[in-house]
């Protein structure tokens, strides 16, 4: 009904057409909006089905396209066409798998392309994570020239993300130039001077507090030092050398809880220790197992600098006593001089550290032992006592003397006449009783011992 004939009808038919044109077009509306929703809960109901189609379709392609030989980095998944063949909630017959893995499958020259440039790329990153290793070995020191950082220097990313570097990434089929490595250097040493410092910070907190940072604070420094991007040169120089200074107390000593590990060590030696000798993932595991010494042995250090008439409160690690490579100078007072060894500062503290615990393992034994153990004993007498006589805490005689070479070389000459003297000594050699049942018989094993 249109033109003349909608035009020449009366008023009330035209109502009454206009009105059924409208109750038809509010039907359709909720018929197609109630099948709409009828299709959302239908797929909301097969959401699992689906999505396991797809990756059962998945799965079949990528294994068909893994026994062509291709690698499943060089699936192009940024492709459309690729994944509208490939992620279809359509299960596979056959015939189509064959197609559809054809047609999903990489041309040869682009999965070369990829690989090649894949391994251009690893290599050029490699190149410049070996330069910041170095460039932060540079800023730690000599000593840790040797040293294994890669395993805990973080700030890598921070590093591929300079705009300087951005070149050396994108420009790999290129050699770089001498020129390129020496323009970014300032940048990357300056993102490695900014790990070192955070790093020391770590060292001060645990020496100052005796814990490490918590997970989600390890590697890094000062909310508003660290993330700070006008940070100087300058300015975290200073930063470094302040916590070198805290570090290099003389008094700032640690010790490592591995139970193959039982020497002590000052800064930086106590971080070249963790670097070298225990391959950990970061300064926090590192943190775990150099820690600083105990009460008792911080005790005992500050005895031994009196003793040296050193300021416990001023000395630092640089003076001549606590350097490893230093001749071995000073003696211990409390065992015989006949028999007494040089050792260095770090040596001596080790020597008094290990005789209280043979002190204190032994002590134990003896107050835990059974009865049986001392037949001679008496019920209800006490048990033997044993004398720690290198003990610091109680008796304050002194416990070290340093001597200079004169002295030192009349020292040497007696322990060496007093060695050969034990050994002319017929009585500290082993002797023999013959017989079936032969068995040596140490009748002492030298001079110092009581005889029998």
């Not at 410049?128 to 000593?143: N, Q, S, W």
């Not at 990313?157 to 070149?167: H, N, R």
Request: net charge neutral; hydrophobic share 30%.
């Amino acid at each position: 009904m249109v033109g003349k004939e909608y035009e020449s009808l009366p008023q009330e038919e035209v109502e009454g057409y206009l009105s059924v044109l409208k109750e038809t077009r509010d039907y359709r509306v909720e018929t197609g909006r109630a099948m709409m929703e009828w299709k959302r809960d239908e797929l909301a109901s097969r959401a699992e089905d689906i999505a396991a189609e797809k990756q059962a379709r998945f799965r079949s392609i990528k294994f068909k396209l893994v026994e062509m030989g291709w690698d499943e980095q060089d699936f192009p998944t940024d492709n459309k066409k690729f994944r509208d063949l490939v992620f279809k909630d359509q299960k596979l017959t056959p015939k189509k798998h064959q197609a559809e893995t054809r047609a999903a499958s990489p041309s040869q020259s682009e999965r070369t392309s990829r690989i090649e440039k894949r391994e251009r790329r690893a290599k050029r990153e490699k190149t410049i994570r070996k330069f910041y290793h170095r460039l932060a070995r540079e800023t730690m020191g000599p000593v840790f020239q040797n040293c294994r950082v890669y395993s805990i220097l973080t700030r890598v990313e921070e590093v591929f993300a300079l705009p300087s570097i951005k070149p050396l990434l994108e420009n790999d089929r290129e050699t770089a130039t001498e020129a390129q490595w020496i323009e970014v250097a300032p940048e990357v040493r300056h993102i490695a001077a900014k790990w070192w410092r955070d790093t020391l910070k770590q060292f001060v907190n645990c020496l100052e507090h005796g814990v490490t940072a918590r997970p989600n604070e390890a590697g890094e420094g000062d909310e508003g030092e660290t993330n700070s991007g006008t940070e100087t040169e300058e300015a975290i120089s200073g930063s470094i050398e302040a916590l070198k200074t805290q570090l290099s107390h003389a008094r700032s000593v640690f010790c490592c809880r591995e139970s193959h590990c039982r020497g002590v060590w000052w800064f930086p030696r106590n971080v070249r220790h963790g670097l070298f000798y225990h391959n950990h993932p970061s300064i926090g595991k590192i943190l775990q197992h150099i820690r600083p010494l105990h009460s008792e042995g911080q005790h005992l250090v500050q005895r031994l600098l009196t003793d040296l008439k050193l300021d416990p409160e001023t000395a630092t690690s640089s003076d001549v006593f606590v350097e490893d490579q230093n001749p071995r100078r000073y003696l211990c007072t409390r065992c015989d001089e006949r028999v007494a060894k040089y050792m260095s500062f770090g040596e001596l503290v080790e020597h008094y550290l290990k005789v209280k615990k043979w002190f204190d393992d032994v002590t134990e034994a003896v107050q835990t032992s059974p009865d049986d153990c001392y037949p001679s004993r008496t019920v209800g007498s006490q048990f033997p006592n044993i004398v720690n006589d290198h003990d610091w805490s109680s008796n304050h005689a002194v416990l070290v003397r340093k001597e200079d070479s004169e002295t030192k070389d009349a020292v040497l000459k007696l322990q060496m006449d007093f060695q050969m003297a034990g050994l002319l000594d017929p009585v500290c050699n082993t002797k023999e009783t013959g017989g079936e049942d032969w068995k040596p018989a140490v009748l002492r094993r030298c001079l110092l011992c009581p005889r029998g």
